[in-house]
């Protein structure tokens, strides 16, 4: 069974702090992606990578960065938190060689920027 | 552009009543869709994709390419189908998916 796990699933920040979402996968998957979802707007891809060190943008990657050092994580920085960041972040991942284009979440992150 | 297009934000019914949730894109090519679901307090996931051409849950999703839609089924909704419903779309290249803003299920007693 696939597992992607976020490593807070409650985080409440300032604003102007650097802050750190970090997601995990355990089924040596691709493709990895962040999203942030938000009441009215659905889900929005920030940013995603296919393999170790490389990244994608997404639809919204502003103000946002990442990092895959490792196949299996891969890490969403907000250099300087705003409020308008408050929002609940979720990781997916996929690979197609055994589930084409089938997405596996984790179970979210609450980031509320004060 | 890609693009999902989900017109209901709350889509209320009664137990045993017939529900459709509606899901229309916008996509040059040959898409693939899904629907994802989000119950209370767990995590997304999904729910059918249109290739597998299967019900689950009782739910089922046809995709009509001339109407460009892949409406999602259900003959008599239960309480448990209560939920927040993305209807997705994938194009070619790095398997992203391309979400509608979402319908949430309230099925009452």
């Known amino acids: 069974d696939v597992k992607v796990t976020q490593s807070s699933r409650y985080l409440v920040k300032r604003t102007g702090e650097k802050v750190f979402l970090e997601c995990v996968q355990d089924m040596d998957h691709e493709n990895m992606f962040w999203y942030r979802q938000d009441p009215g707007l659905g889900l929005r891809l920030i940013y995603f990578?296919?393999?170790?060190?490389?990244?994608e943008k997404g639809d919204i990657p502003e103000g946002y960065s990442v990092s895959r050092e490792k196949k299996e994580r891969f890490s969403l920085i907000l250099e300087s938190a705003s409020t308008n960041q408050t929002s609940m972040y979720l990781c997916a991942s996929t690979t197609p060689a055994v589930a084409k284009n089938i997405q596996y979440f984790g179970a979210g992150t609450r980031l509320s920027v004060l | 552009a890609q693009r999902v297009t989900q017109p209901e934000k709350l889509l209320s019914v009664f137990k045993g009543a017939p529900v459709e949730l509606k899901c229309n894109y916008s996509?040059?090519?040959?898409?693939?869709l899904f629907w994802y679901v989000q119950y209370s307090r767990q995590r997304l996931q999904l729910l059918l994709r249109?290739?597998s051409r299967e019900s689950i849950k009782g739910f089922t999703a046809d995709l009509n390419k001339g109407e460009t839609s892949f409406h999602l089924k259900k003959p008599f909704a239960q309480e448990e189908d209560s939920a927040m419903y993305y209807c997705?779309?994938?194009?070619?290249?790095?398997?992203?998916?391309?979400f509608g803003t979402g319908t949430r299920l309230l099925v009452s007693p």
């Open positions: 996509y040059s090519g040959s898409p693939e």
């Open positions: 997705a779309l994938s194009g070619p290249g790095f398997q992203k998916l391309v």
């Open positions: 249109h290739i």
């Open positions: 990578s296919y393999d170790v060190k490389m990244k």
